[in-house]
């Protein structure tokens, strides 16, 4: 049996991919009707507490929104810790950050030994549908093997990145490069559509040559048609470029772009746009207080 805490727009979708591959599963989510209609739909079971989740778990996989989250839903009243066995494995799958992750895996340490992966993904939820995100996990390569047969029904792309926290720096520092990409292809098209150019000929060309990037590719049409329907909420890039800032500031490095790129987050935000798809930051830079042309 496998345990999943957490069916939000990407939990849900990788829950579903383990069931998909003939894993039992076993849910919990804060909202206990979603995680009732999730087991009525996918054929799993859902239990009233993590606790629950565990006892009845080899591997428990956490997907939630920050670091006090995973905390409490592993470590809190009636969390993960209180159920765990010899066999349980606890991986966590949300972006919370090193720093988080490291005080998790210890806590659980002084609670019996449980062993930990952190092991963040990218991709969005059209990824998570079709199991083929990419997870880069950090841990012990025993504890990694061990997960590998899960994460291959999730994903596509699985390395191990390194001891515990190191999976967790490697997304904060993608997730911060697709920020600033997105906002810079942003710009771009804003420019070119003020100039009064054929945007589909500046694509073209950009795409084929040293302009080109992931985020141009995945998020022009829908800076172009304003269409923000969320793949990955702008709140949620806005909390993983804001926990790369936390770390650069840590390690006393640069974080000119990072900066860069919270601010338009932070503006976008405060247009009310944080449920939005992170492409959303193109009305911050069409309409917030960055822009002479406002």
């Known amino acids: 049996m496998v345990g999943f805490i957490g069916l939000g727009i990407m939990g849900s979708r990788m829950a579903a991919s383990l069931r998909g591959a003939g894993f039992e599963v076993a849910v919990w989510n804060r909202t206990a009707e979603i995680a009732e209609r999730w087991a009525g739909e996918h054929g799993g079971k859902a239990f009233g507490t993590p606790a629950e989740v565990a006892a009845t778990s080899d591997a ?29 494995l606890f991986i966590d799958m949300s972006t919370i950050g090193p720093t988080w992750a490291r005080r998790i895996a210890s806590s659980l340490a002084a609670r019996g030994g449980v062993p930990f992966l952190d092991a963040p993904v990218t991709g969005s939820s ?31 792309l699985i390395v191990h990145a390194g001891p515990i926290g190191d999976g967790q720096m490697i ?14 292809a942003g710009e771009a098209l804003l ?17 084929a040559g040293s302009g080109g990037s992931a985020m141009l590719e995945l998020k022009h049409q829908a800076m172009r048609d ?14 993983d470029v804001g926990l790369l800032l936390d770390e650069a500031e840590r390690l006393g490095t640069g974080k000119r772009f990072a900066r ?7 503006e976008a935000q405060e247009l009310g746009l944080g449920e939005q798809d992170f492409a959303a930051m193109f009305e911050a830079l069409e309409n917030g207080p960055g822009d002479s042309a406002s």
């Open 171 to 184: 997304k904060l520092i993608n997730n911060t490069v697709a920020a600033v990409n997105t906002a810079t």
């Open 191 to 207: 420019i070119g559509q003020r100039a009064g150019v054929d945007l589909d000929a500046l694509v073209t060309v950009m795409s």
């Open 60 to 88: 428990v996989i956490t997907m939630v929104v920050d670091g006090p989250q995973v905390e409490g839903v592993l470590l809190g009243d009636g969390g993960a810790a209180d159920g765990a066995h010899d066999d349980s």
């Open 226 to 239: 304003r269409d923000y329907e969320t793949l990955f909420k702008l709140e949620h890039m806005k909390k």
């Open 260 to 266: 860069a790129a919270n601010d338009v987050l932070t």
């Open 126 to 156: 059209p990824k998570a549908q079709d199991g083929t995100l990419t997870i880069m996990a950090g841990g012990e390569a025993t504890d990694f093997e061990r997960a590998r047969p899960l994460f291959e029904a999730m994903g596509e």
